[in-house]
């Protein structure tokens, strides 16, 4: 049985839920994979860097975080003050990174993945903003040492839009795309085409866990914006700068325009697209435009993406093809994050 040591960087929500489903899933693995996972580090940021060589009992370690007490007190494992230090004194065969980045912000997660690539080893991360400003340097990183760099659960969560890009989709031209990627601010313009104002909207979105206290970053677009750059790079080979990225959010919508909306047959959504231009000269030589923009727009109901409601993503890509391809599912939570990097981790350990 080859082996596999698993390294986890952040282990909040989604880095818990991974090695939770290792456990879970070991006899899985071992049989459809022909590989036995053990998670041999584990990094917080309060914590530092957990280690041991022969695998860490992940019952004992979710029971530890669960019961707050520090990850100091596992037994007989080796700890490094940060995940840096940790990860060069150590070896593991994946890096799993799920620290929380804020979408406009690579770091910590970026240096993290740059030194793990650089040994040659593989990487798996849910971590958008190191994603949205690097994704291209860090796949050319990845292929120059021979690794895998996978990043399913920046987009849409565990709705698996990236592989069907990758691999689904592979040999085919996006001749554009267009999506609803942010489950808060799509929550919120539910609630207001239902007859709610944006301030009772949003409360009720934070009452439900679904924003954070400080939702800048949702209602604002930062976080699509985020997604939009990740997409570029998997779909069209493009690094997108953050100000190439036309961005409105939706904080000034009114209760008045989405009656109106509604009253025109068409529904209020937060829309992100990428739509190539061609190059300026005709040559050639000049490289591919992307026009890319995050903005609310009033869609007809005859749109798929005007019935795309609640947490609900969905991303249509029009491709040379298969036409129109479009996938919905939910955008977050515990589950469906742990689900995109879980099925990160099977990719290669398929691979090997
Ligand atoms: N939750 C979702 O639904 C979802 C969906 C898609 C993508 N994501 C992305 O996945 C990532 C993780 O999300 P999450 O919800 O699991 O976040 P979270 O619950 O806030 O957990 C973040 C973890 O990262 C650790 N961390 C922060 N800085 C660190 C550092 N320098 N070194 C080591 N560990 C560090 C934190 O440690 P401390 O607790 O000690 O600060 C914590 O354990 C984020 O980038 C997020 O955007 C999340």
Not at 68 to 86: C, S
Not at 339 to 349: K, M, P, R, T
Request: hydrophobic share 45%; net charge negative; proline share 5%.
């Amino acid at each position: 049985m080859r082996q596999l040591r698993l390294a986890i960087i952040g282990f909040g929500t989604v880095g818990r839920w991974l090695a939770g489903a290792v456990h879970r899933r070991r006899a899985w693995l071992e049989g459809e994979c022909g590989v036995a996972v053990s998670v041999v580090s584990v990094a917080t940021r309060r914590d530092g860097f957990l280690h041991r060589d022969a695998g860490l009992e992940i019952p004992a370690v979710l029971d530890l975080v669960a019961a707050r007490r520090p990850l100091a007190a596992y037994p007989g494992a080796q700890r490094w003050e940060t995940a840096l230090d940790g990860l060069a004194k150590t070896e593991c065969d994946v890096l799993a990174e799920a620290s929380n980045t804020n979408p406009r912000d690579p770091e910590p997660a970026l240096s993290h993945l740059r030194h793990a690539l650089g040994r040659g080893t593989h990487v798996i991360t849910s971590s958008k903003g190191a994603c949205a400003s690097a994704a291209l340097e860090l796949a050319a990183l990845a292929r120059q040492h021979g690794v895998q760099f996978r990043m399913e659960s920046t987009v849409m969560s565990g709705t698996p839009i990236l592989s069907t890009l990758r691999e689904g989709l592979a040999g085919t031209r996006v001749l554009g795309m267009r999506g609803i990627l942010n489950g808060t601010a799509n929550h919120i313009l539910t609630l207001m085409a239902k007859g709610l104002d944006y301030v009772t909207a949003l409360a009720d979105a934070q009452a439900q866990g679904y924003a954070e206290p400080d939702p800048t970053d949702d209602v604002e677009g930062h976080d699509v914006v985020a997604k939009v750059r990740i997409l570029a790079a998997a779909a069209f080979g493009h690094a997108l700068p953050c100000d190439q990225v036309i961005r409105r959010g939706i904080t000034d919508i009114t209760s008045e325009a989405v009656q109106q909306a509604a009253h025109d047959g068409c529904r209020i959504k937060l829309v992100a697209s990428i739509q190539p231009r061609p190059p300026s000269d005709r040559t050639g030589a000049a490289p591919m435009l992307l026009e890319a923009r995050v903005e609310p727009l009033a869609l007809p109901l005859t749109d798929p993406l005007a019935c795309v409601d609640g947490v609900m993503n969905a991303l249509t890509v029009q491709t040379d093809t298969v036409d129109e391809v479009t996938i919905i599912g939910p955008g977050a939570g515990p589950a469906q994050a742990g689900q995109g990097i879980f099925a990160d981790l099977v990719a290669v350990a398929r691979v090997g």
